[in-house]
């Protein structure tokens, strides 16, 4: 200690002859003037540890998500301070002359602040949100230090190195200038073409300067670890036959298996659905165990979309589509909720109607739709995070068979999930009937059939409408759903039951690698999709017993975007790029409307508390859509016969302002396709919206609004 002792003191002696004067001059030094020796440093370093306190303390302030978004600049500036108050002490440690025991009470009372401030409050909700602050506290604390303490290493030890200091900041800016132009100018790129200044149109509020393109990969979660999954320690090959037969193969391994055959969630009533702490346990409570023995045939009853067989003690998940499709019913919705029936008119056909199939030349066969929201990706993000999938996008593009759009200036409505989900799926922020639908049961009211894929362990109705229903006791699901996965995505290994689920290191959430018995969850989830698929397409089962074509909707969401850092995201860019190559080839676009979209950007982390870069990327999520050749042709025709305005729709709707609603009216027309709505088609992306439109005329509240005119 006393080396070390001497070594700060020459440091601290050379630093103090630099300042102070030279040579004999009778000038005082700068630490021997007056100003400074009457603040000892204990007394500074006091201050500085209550001025840090005081605002971490600050930042806490909680409240609901709107509260949170007013307050976020206030809260993110304390939080700043309070980093700033800590590096300043922590630079004194090792900069100024002190004592060895003064050091270390220090360094124990900063330790012991931390860990005071950790305990008061290491909440991961919007209400308490200790842990989200802690973290990027330390996101901005370590690498600041760290930088810190080896220039000062190098200013004791290298001559002259100011000057290479300042060579290397003039190069280093330069460089960074140049790359921070180059990010800004594909800011507003996108697949096949790009957001255009044009006068009157939504422009972004504020300098869009995305410094978050200049850090590299990890650098907001060096914490998390690797981000792939720990493969299982045995390989086991399960499959299920059209017979329901489930095989079971542990390789040459002498252990004992047996399979957990989970619920399925479609008939669950909405109170035991709810996400909290409910759905999860009501899961595990209902998942059956079984010994797995190969003398006999092990059957699974009809209703079983998965099951999660164990040998020893390495588990998989085998799904299936079951029932077939060929055995389903064709749905006859209650009389009391027909989404088909205008209740004003008690008519089953719209007031206000066009029926395409006697017009234009338009193609009468049904479309199926797919759409896949990513939560939390902006238009920027998806391609920052997701190039492989990017790249396969443009090759989606063929006209002819279909056509890919884009909306460049498409904003979301809300500040999370809840308004930009209720507005898509219902067409309203707040519902204002009782027992409102999500939009898959028009869907499944009009033939189709339909499927839902939930990776959060939640129910989307009973979480964001739930409380707009007259009972908890009703089931969406069965109402409105013909399959549905949830109950795989229940299970402890990924989703906690004990405690909180929704945590930075485990759950939906996650800044780590979410997994789930050695491979991604969202891989799961793929696989089970590309099984409907395949199931919806085959011959046998595109129609029914009657012989009448059965089209299909089929909606996933992925959380991988979800999370403070945006680095979850790379993980899903592999199986998703695949899973795009895929529905390319296999023709399916041909008649299928595909979307891709987020409901909003991220709405956490560094970049969105600091920066208004983050802020625009929050309300602009990415949204783009796959068009049949023979539906953007009727669009086309339908928009310069009959519409206000002689323009192509997709590219004009690729420069206005966009929303979730537009997103709905889509959805609504497809359900009632030949025979569609005259004012939903209007207010579809099928139609040309209003140019110049404005936040308000858009249905966008003033709180959330980016765009100036």
Not at 68 to 89: M, P, Q, Y
Not at 178 to 207: A, M, N, V
Not at 461 to 487: H, P, Q
């Amino acid at each position: 200690m006393a080396l070390i002792h001497t070594a700060h003191d020459a440091d601290y002696m050379r630093v103090m002859d630099k300042l102070g004067s030279g040579g004999g001059s009778s000038k005082p030094r700068l630490w021997q003037r007056p100003l400074l020796v009457q603040v000892p440093k204990p007394v500074v370093i006091a201050v500085l540890l209550v001025v840090c306190t005081v605002s971490y303390l600050m930042a806490l302030q909680g409240g609901d998500l709107v509260y949170i978004n007013e307050h976020l600049g206030f809260i993110g500036a304390e939080l700043l301070v309070s980093v700033l108050s800590l590096t300043t002490v922590t630079i004194m440690l090792y900069a100024c002359r002190m004592r060895n025991s003064t050091r270390r009470i220090v360094v124990i009372l900063m330790l012991a602040i931390l860990a005071v401030l950790y305990l008061y409050d290491h909440g991961e909700r919007f209400e308490h949100h200790g842990l989200y602050n802690l973290l990027v506290f330390m996101a901005i604390y370590i690498p600041l230090n760290l930088a810190i303490a080896v220039l000062y290493t190098l200013w004791c030890n290298i001559k002259h190195f100011s000057v290479y200091f300042v060579i290397t900041l003039v190069i280093g800016g330069i460089l960074a200038g140049g790359s921070l132009l180059h990010y800004r100018k594909i800011f507003d790129q996108g697949t096949l073409g790009s957001f255009h200044y044009i006068p009157g149109e939504c422009q972004w509020t504020g300098r869009n300067i995305p410094v978050v393109d200049l850090l590299p990969a990890k650098t907001q979660n060096f914490w998390a670890g690797s981000m792939s999954c720990k493969a299982e320690p045995i390989s086991i090959k399960a499959t299920i036959d059209p017979q329901g037969i489930l095989r079971v193969n542990c390789g040459d391994h002498d252990v004992r298996a047996h399979i957990d055959i989970l619920p399925d969630t479609r008939d669950w009533a909405l109170r035991d659905k709810d996400m909290w702490k409910v759905y999860n346990h009501m899961v595990l409570k209902a998942t059956v165990r079984l010994p797995y023995t190969r003398d006999r045939p092990f059957v699974l009853n009809e209703t079983t979309q998965a099951v999660v067989v164990n040998c020893g003690k390495s588990s998989t998940i085998v799904t299936r589509v079951s029932p077939p499709v060929h055995n389903l019913p064709m749905y006859v919705p209650p009389s009391d909720s027909d989404t088909r029936i205008n209740y004003t008119t008690k008519k089953t056909v719209p007031t206000d109607h066009f029926n395409a199939a006697s017009n234009l030349d338009a193609q009468t066969t049904r479309p199926n739709v797919i759409f896949l929201m990513l939560d939390a990706v902006s238009h920027r993000q998806f391609y920052r995070r997701l190039p492989k999938s990017a790249q396969v996008l443009k090759s989606i593009h063929r006209p002819g068979t279909n056509r890919l759009y884009e909306l460049y200036r498409y904003h979301s409505v809300g500040f999370s999930t809840d308004n930009n989900t209720r507005a898509m799926y219902t067409g309203e922020i707040m519902p204002t009937r009782p027992n409102p639908l999500p939009i898959w049961a028009y869907f499944r009211d009009r033939g189709y059939v339909t499927a839902r894929v939930e990776t959060g362990c939640d129910d989307w109705a009973r979480e964001y409408i739930g409380d707009k229903f007259l009972s908890d006791t009703y089931s969406v699901g069965n109402r409105s759903l013909d399959y549905e996965l949830a109950s795989p995505f229940c299970l402890p290994d990924y989703y906690p039951n004990v405690g909180n689920p929704f945590g930075n290191f485990k759950g939906p959430y996650s800044i780590t690698a979410r997994c789930l018995y050695g491979r991604y969850v969202h891989d799961w989830a793929l696989d089970y999709l590309g099984q409907l698929r395949r199931e919806f397409r085959s011959i046998s089962t595109l129609k029914n017993k009657q012989g009448k074509r059965r089209p299909y909707m089929l909606t996933a969401t992925f959380l991988e975007g979800h999370e403070g850092t945006g680095e979850v995201l790379r993980t899903l860019d592999n199986s998703l790029s695949l899973f795009l190559e895929d529905i390319r080839d296999s023709g399916e676009l041909e008649d299928t409307l595909l979307i891709i979209g987020a409901d909003h950007g991220l709405h956490m982390g560094i970049n969105f508390a600091y920066t208004q870069n983050g802020r625009i990327e929050h309300q602009n999520p990415f949204m783009t859509m796959s068009v049949p050749e023979w539906l953007y042709q009727f669009a086309e025709k339908y928009q310069h016969n009959y519409a206000y305005e002689n323009v192509s729709p997709f590219s004009a709707n690729e420069q206005r302002l966009t929303t979730p609603f537009e997103i709905h009216h889509t959805f609504r027309v497809m359900a009632d396709w030949p025979q569609f709505n005259i004012d939903s088609w209007k207010r579809s992306l099928f139609a040309a919206q209003q140019p110049g439109r404005t936040c308000k005329d858009a249905g966008i509240g003033a709180s959330f609004c980016m765009c100036r005119h």
